[in-house]
């Protein structure tokens, strides 16, 4: 039996995974960067394991115990007390896993998150938000094939006080499409691409620094991508109510009382930056970043 422990920055939650399940763990140490270890007991007991972690590293943990084998897991989440079962079924775990992870991603305080991904030009970022399959990570990948800084994909963190991005490195990963729809565009992109799998499950991980050049991003557009294909493309510029409407949607997680007024306020600050991008192919959608650059 292992156990991986995957530090979340800015979060006030760590993640930890308890599992036998070696293919399991490998997917997350590649994935996300972090090391596994072996745990002496032979059954885990999550609520030891919590307190031991929580002692530990000063923070609350979320643990999720996977056994090989069979169709069920168990969840221990900082706010119960009691261990949940999971039925998998026909869920793959790694699903299961990830979804715990955004149910759980809880930043700290004056951090605001936004589903997308982030690219820079020098120190302007561009936050591109769009629906899971909606092309958003392979528009990332290209960017940063044709030039563009990485800073993030899925989770982005948002300073309220500065409106800046703070960088908190996640692998870039493409689902096979995504990956095949580079491989037309380009005449190599990375044909030696490193992938993991897990049942159903394939991701290609580019192989990209974790350091970033700077320590905070000014936002320059924040991108609502509304298609890719064979639709008439264009590029537009939203109001201020219909950017906090796309935005307030956006956000990966929900805040507590205390801290909505905070949070509705820079997403009204934001609103101002927000456009609709719809592309007919990836090179018309790097023309479009590259005319907000003017």
Not at 257 to 268: E, V
Request: hydrophobic share 35%; net charge neutral.
């Amino acid at each position: 039996m292992r156990v991986l422990y995957y530090k979340r920055e800015k979060c006030k939650y760590d993640f930890i995974v308890v599992s036998d399940n070696e293919e399991l763990l490998k997917i997350y140490e590649l994935m996300y960067s972090c090391d596994s270890h072996w745990l002496t007991a032979e059954k885990p007991d999550l609520h030891k394991i919590r307190k031991e972690f929580t002692v530990l590293y000063a923070k609350d943990i979320c643990c999720i115990y996977c056994p090989q084998n069979t169709s069920t897991a168990f969840s221990l989440l900082p706010w119960e007390t009691e261990i949940q079962k999971i039925e998998l079924r026909d869920t793959n775990a790694l699903q299961i896993i990830e979804n715990l992870m955004y149910l759980t991603l809880v930043p700290e305080d004056g951090i605001l998150t936004l589903h997308g991904a982030a690219v820079a030009k020098d120190d302007k970022a561009f936050v591109l938000s769009a629906g899971t399959t909606a092309g958003k990570s392979t528009l990332t990948a290209f960017l940063w094939l044709r030039g563009y800084e990485y800073i993030t994909d899925d989770e982005i963190y948002i300073s309220q006080k500065t409106l800046c991005i703070e960088p908190v490195f996640k692998k870039l990963s493409l689902r096979p499409g995504g990956y095949g729809i580079l491989r037309e565009v380009l005449e190599n992109p990375l044909s030696e691409m490193h992938y993991v799998e897990s049942g159903t499950i394939r991701r290609y991980l580019l192989p990209i620094e974790q350091k970033t050049r700077y320590a905070h991003y000014k936002i320059n557009a924040v991108i609502f991508l509304e298609g890719y294909g064979s639709q008439t493309p264009y590029l537009k510029k939203l109001n201020t109510y219909s950017g906090f409407q796309k935005l307030l949607k956006g956000q990966l997680s929900a805040a507590d009382d205390k801290q909505i007024p905070a949070k509705y306020k820079t997403l009204a600050q934001l609103s101002d930056k927000t456009y609709e991008m719809r592309y007919s192919d990836l090179w018309t959608a790097e023309t479009y970043l590259e005319h907000l650059q003017t």
